[in-house]
Each structure stands twice: as structure tokens, then as C-alpha cells.
């Protein structure tokens, strides 16, 4: 691995969200970058990493708290435990090797760095007068054994900066070996066993290429993707639905009254964003006309119905704000039209308010990644931006698959679902455009 870890493979790797393969090679680029261990806080990260390829084994992880700790193989090679705690990590050494093998590296190096016990400073007692200490701590600033003690110290600060990265390499190169046998044993075991998939129970048409789910729910068509994202496109197509999350379907209110004509003027009303999630801190924000308005307004208030931002004297029926809104946060927004000497604003009680809410950023760059896994699929782009609440964008997404597959029912049914999200539609209602 060449150069220098970015920012984002830093990230997945404080997260446990590296693959196994991708994690050792990340592991040993720490151990032998001092820049990047230093950013990544090696005494953590890299122990990190290292629980994260265990939990992706095929094996059971090891239960928390097996081995001994750093301080307690520490404290014992100095000599210092005590009473009940000596006689318990003596009893866990003599059963674990690792933490065994740990333990001598440590004492050697303990015995290696420790000084002669027979050399002590040449300097006067505190009782002295403050000339005879001086002239003693010159003495023994001069002597061979202080500059025994400080050519000591230094070896043990170099001996400490590379004994963890030395026993983390260690245990790296054991993991290795044991994912290639596990790699090996699961290879022969498809072998023996092959996947055998039945005929496909349906087909769509896709920008992506042909889309398939067989009678076993095995999906084909859609290999770029992730193993949880294959199965969350698969179990949308089989049920027909999609699973939005909770905060997005309440923001339009149990009501859906906003979707109708209960406004001072029929017709005139936000449009978007509404009841969505969105993935930019910038959303175009639009509405519909009203009949002979000359000028327009926006105002956007926070949760706790601060104002946030305002645009006026507007003239046409959508507006994009010029500074960015916070990650995570959610919104609400109100539109003014003049006409004439009236000014009309909408919605207001009792329609439930225009609320959305903007991605947090680790949302928002799980779906990047996710999109960009999805490639050119409608189906998977669809899908994976209802699952992370970005209503609008998925209808969109849907509405060009149902264009490609005019016949296809479980298209149609994944539209409705989203389009239905948050608000009480009859359950006969028709997707939207359809």
C-alpha cells in the first residue's frame, strides 16, 4: 500500500468497516508508518482492527476480556502485582499462550532496560546546604553512571515506541495464516456443495442490465453490491415494499391533510422538500404557483422554530439557500406569495408543517458508497434511497424503472410504498404518476 492512508479508509478503519483482506493490509501500513499510526492512534486503532477481522472469521470470536490487559502484563513483568491479582495472572499465563509469549517479551525487556541496582546518585542529602547540592548534582551529572541512566532511558523510550507495533505484526501474521486455512476449508466446502439456483421468479429490466430474484430469493444482476444491500434489494422485491425509516414518516404528520387543498388558496403549496430526507446541506426547495402572485418568500425555521434562513422578492416557484444547513438536523419551511396588497403563506394550522430533515454525514457517505456499489440499477438506487429516507430522490429512481417494466406489478408496488410513506393513502391508491 503506497503513500499515505486517506481520510476515509482512516475512518472505516476506526468503524470495523474494512473487509478482512483490506484490514490487514491497512495493519501493517500502520505498523510501519510512523505518520499514519500517529494520526490514527496506533495504541487503539490498530487493536481495532485487529477485533474486526476476528468478528469476520467464520470461527467464534474469542469473548471479550480473554487476555489479559497491557497494564496487567506490564505490572507483572515489573514485579508489582500483589495478593489475589498475582495469583490470578500467574494462573492465566500458565494457560495462555499468547498472553504467555506477550509476558516474556515484556520481562525482557524490563530486565534489559533496568539499571544496576547498585548505582545511586552522588548527591548531597536534603539537609545540605543548597552549595553542597549543587556541587553533588554536578558530580553526578558528570559520573558514568548518569550517563548509563540516560543512554538507558533512551532505549527504553525507542523499545516502547516499537514494542506494540512488533507484537500487533506478530499476531497480524498468525490471523493471516488463519484466514488463508478458513479460506481454503470454505473453498472445498463449495466445491463439495454447490449453489444451485432455480429458475427466476422475476425479471426487470434495468439501466444496469437484466435484474432477476429465483424462487430461493437468490438475486442476480446486482454483484457490485454489498451482501446486506443484496439481501435489502431482494426482500423489497419480494414483499413489494420498501422499509423507510421512522423519523422520515413522521415528518409529514399522521394527517397527509398537506397533500390536499386545506390551504388558504387550493393548490398553492411546498412541494419538495417535504416529508424527505435530503442528501444535500443545499436543497432546491420549490413550490407550487400562485394564480397572479407577482413576488415570492421562503423562510426556513429549525426544529425549535428559529429562524434559520429567508429569501424574498422572489419571482419564480423554487429557490436554492446559499449557505449550507446543518448534517443531521431537521427543518421546516413556509412559502409567501404577494398579490397585489396580500400576502398569503403557506401551509399554516391546521395542515401539518413542511418538514425534512438533511442526511447526517456518515448517512450521507453510506449511501454515496451504496450508490456507487449500485451503479446505473434504478431498482437498487431506488430502493437504497428509501431505505436511507431520501423519499423524493427514490421516486424518481422508481418512476424510470416502472418506465423501462410498464407492466411490471412489483415495480409499481415499490413506487407505491414510497410514495405512501408517512401518509394515509386508501389502500387502492395508485403510485404517483400512474
Not at 496506533?42 to 468478528?55: I, N, T
Not at 540516560?150 to 512488533?166: F, G, N, T
Not at 479460506?183 to 432477476?212: C, F, K, Q, W
Request: glycine share 8%; proline share 8%.
Amino acid at each position: 500500500m503506497g503513500g499515505h492512508l486517506d481520510n476515509d479508509r482512516m475512518n472505516a478503519h476506526t468503524r470495523d468497516a474494512l473487509p478482512p483482506d483490506e484490514l490487514l493490509a491497512v495493519d501493517d501500513h500502520l505498523a510501519a508508518c510512523n505518520s499514519c499510526r500517529d494520526q490514527a492512534g496506533v495504541g487503539v486503532e490498530l487493536k481495532v482492527g485487529m477485533g474486526s477481522l476476528l468478528r469476520a472469521m467464520v470461527t467464534p470470536a474469542e469473548p471479550a476480556g480473554e487476555h489479559l490487559t497491557y497494564e496487567q502484563l506490564e505490572a507483572h513483568a515489573r514485579g508489582s502485582l500483589r495478593g489475589p491479582e498475582r495469583t490470578t495472572v500467574e494462573a492465566h499465563l500458565r494457560d495462555c499462550n499468547p498472553c504467555a509469549t506477550e509476558a516474556a517479551d515484556l520481562a525482557d525487556f524490563v530486565s534489559e532496560s533496568r539499571a544496576p541496582a547498585e548505582i545511586a546518585p552522588a548527591v548531597a542529602p536534603l539537609d545540605a546546604g543548597p552549595g553542597a547540592m549543587v556541587r553533588g548534582a554536578r558530580r553526578w551529572f558528570r559520573t558514568p553512571a548518569f550517563s548509563f541512566a540516560l543512554a538507558a532511558a533512551l532505549v527504553a523510550a525507542v523499545a516502547v515506541a516499537w514494542l506494540v507495533p512488533a507484537s500487533l505484526r506478530r499476531q497480524n501474521r498468525e490471523l493471516t495464516a488463519r484466514a488463508d486455512v478458513l479460506r481454503a476449508e470454505m473453498e472445498r466446502l463449495r466445491a463439495e456443495v454447490p449453489v444451485v439456483s432455480g429458475p427466476p421468479v422475476l425479471t426487470l429490466n434495468d439501466d444496469h442490465g437484466a435484474i432477476s430474484l429465483d424462487a430461493s430469493g437468490e438475486l442476480s444482476g446486482l454483484d457490485a453490491l454489498s451482501i446486506a444491500e443484496g439481501r435489502l434489494i431482494a426482500a423489497a422485491l419480494r414483499t413489494g415494499r420498501v422499509e423507510v425509516p421512522a423519523e422520515v414518516r413522521d415528518l409529514i404528520g399522521s394527517t397527509g391533510v398537506l397533500l390536499g387543498d386545506d390551504s388558504p388558496e387550493p393548490g398553492f403549496r411546498p412541494v419538495a422538500p417535504v416529508g424527505t430526507a435530503v442528501r444535500s446541506g443545499q436543497p432546491s426547495f420549490s413550490w407550487q404557483p400562485l394564480p397572479e402572485a407577482t413576488t415570492y418568500a421562503v423562510a426556513v425555521y429549525d426544529s425549535e422554530f428559529n429562524p434559520v434562513d429567508r429569501a424574498d422578492s422572489l419571482t419564480r416557484t423554487s429557490w436554492t439557500p446559499s449557505r449550507a444547513l446543518k448534517p443531521g438536523a431537521v427543518y421546516l419551511w413556509q412559502v409567501s406569495a404577494r398579490r397585489g396588497a396580500e400576502e398569503i403563506t403557506t401551509p399554516v394550522p391546521p395542515a401539518p408543517e413542511a418538514r425534512f430533515k438533511v442526511l447526517g454525514r456518515f448517512e450521507s457517505a453510506s449511501l454515496k458508497r451504496a450508490l456507487q456499489n449500485a451503479g446505473r440499477s434504478h431498482l437498487a438506487a431506488g430502493i437504497l434511497l428509501a431505505h436511507a429516507g431520501c423519499l423524493d430522490d427514490a421516486r424518481e429512481e422508481l418512476q424510470a424503472l416502472i418506465d423501462k417494466n410498464p407492466d411490471s406489478v412489483p415495480a409499481r408496488n415499490l413506487l407505491r410504498s414510497v410514495a405512501s410513506a408517512g401518509r394515509d393513502l386508501p389502500d387502492d391508491a395508485a403510485p404517483d404518476g400512474r
